[in-house]
T-cell receptor, first 119, second 113 residues
Framework: GAVVSQHPSRVICKSGTSVKIECRSL??????MFWYRQFPKQSLMLMAT?????????EQGVEKDKFLINHASLTLSTLTVTSAHPEDSSFYIC???????????????FGPGTRLTVL | GDSVTQMEGPVTLSEEAFLTINCTYT??????LFWYVQYPGEGLQLLLK?????DKGSNKGFEATYRKETTSFHLEKGSVQVSDSAVYFC????????????FGSGTRLSIRP
């Protein structure tokens, strides 16, 4: 089946630094990628939807200047956490929707997640 | 707004036991319903889905039936295996230009040999 990778799988950084997380679709083209955040024992919360070649659409309450999303190609989206603080520590998961699928057969393929710890 | 509620874990069972993980939803219209599974160290995988009322999704011995009258989509398996140990997420989607998935909080399942 379709594979989505994320890099890095874990990152520890100091407060105030920026961290970039990559999400790649390895064997298919993804017109749309989604970024989720998961707190311990809680649901995956959608942060933003990114479409290749256009600006990301952010969910209510998500700071777009803090969580920068770039979807420059059909196989790569990046999430940059700028000026990270301890409250940004979380598990970040991306998913990708394969190009050409109709909405009613929507299948999203998920990456393994990136655990961010901000000291 | 739309939401999904599933039973809290962890759930611990012995091998070959019967499994039920409850899931109920709140949504306007007619969402599609899903169960995703996350094995240790891996991404979420679609386990099964149902797109309309009374549909039954099934895969790998797991089943779930879309019950509109009770707004439920409970996951069942007749005989679990150690390899079924994972976190299970119930989810819904209302297809639109946005097509956002709404997830439940996840239920961790551990199967003892």
């Amino acid at each position: 089946g379709a594979v989505v990778s994320q890099h890095p799988s874990r990152v520890i950084c100091k407060s105030g630094t920026s961290v970039k997380i990559e999400c790649r679709s390895l064997d298919f083209q993804a017109t749309t990628m989604f970024w989720y955040r998961q707190f311990p024992k809680q649901s995956l919360m959608l942060m933003a939807t990114s479409n290749e070649g256009s600006k990301a659409t952010y969910e209510q309450g998500v700071e777009k200047d803090k969580f920068l999303i770039n979807h420059a190609s059909l196989t790569l989206s990046t999430l940059t956490v700028t000026s990270a603080h301890p409250e940004d520590s979380s598990f970040y998961i991306c998913s990708a929707r394969e190009a050409g699928q109709s909405l009613d057969t929507d299948t999203q393929y998920f990456g393994p997640g990136t655990r961010l710890t901000v000291l | 707004g739309d939401s999904v509620t599933q039973m809290e874990g962890p759930v611990t069972l012995s091998e070959e036991a019967f499994l039920t993980i409850n899931c109920t939803y709140t949504a306007t219209g007619y969402p599609s319903l899903f169960w995703y599974v996350q094995y240790p160290g891996e991404g979420l995988q679609l386990l099964l889905k149902a797109t309309k009322a009374d549909d039954k999704g099934s895969n790998k011995g797991f089943e779930a039936t879309y019950r509109k009258e009770t707004t439920s989509f409970h996951l069942e398996k007749g005989s679990v295996q150690v390899s079924d140990s994972a976190v299970y997420f119930c989810a819904l989607i209302r297809y639109s230009s946005a097509s956002k998935i709404i997830f439940g909080s996840g239920t961790r399942l551990s199967i003892r040999p």
